[in-house]
């Protein structure tokens, strides 16, 4: 059965760090690209960074809201994709959500959810002022 799970979520105060985790089971994330989503109460969901492999690198991109502050990686062996988001502020809270593309993802656009076929549950991030 192919799965996302996210973990990592939690209470933080503002200016404070939290490390989410997204991983796989049932595929590879092998040849995919592997994006961040989250969503406040009452907002639309933004896109906040993705990850891809491009022939001899890793590309990744950021939403300006967290860029600077946030960082993608990904540990293939296990499978996982991480966020580590770092001086967080009350407008980062919000459930965030992992999302991996089907292999033949092409040129689509990293914060565009047309471009995932694979969504995990999501996890509840609140930073307090």
């Known amino acids: 059965q192919l799965q996302l799970k996210e973990s990592g979520g939690g209470l933080v105060q503002s200016g404070g760090s939290l490390r989410l985790s997204c991983a796989a089971s049932g595929f590879s994330l092998d040849n995919r690209k592997i994006g961040w989503f989250r969503q406040a109460p009452g907002k639309e969901r933004e896109g906040i960074s993705c990850?891809?492999?491009?022939?001899?690198?890793?590309?990744?991109q950021y939403a300006d809201s967290v860029a600077g502050r946030f960082t993608i990686s990904k540990d293939n062996a296990k499978d996982t994709v991480y966020l580590q988001m770092n001086s967080l502020k009350p407008d980062d809270t919000a459930v965030y959500y992992c999302a991996v593309s089907n292999s033949d993802y092409g040129s689509n656009p990293c914060f565009s959810a047309i471009t995932y076929r694979y969504w995990g549950q999501g996890t509840q991030v609140t930073v307090s002022s």
């Open positions: 990850i891809w492999r491009n022939p001899g690198r890793t590309e990744n």
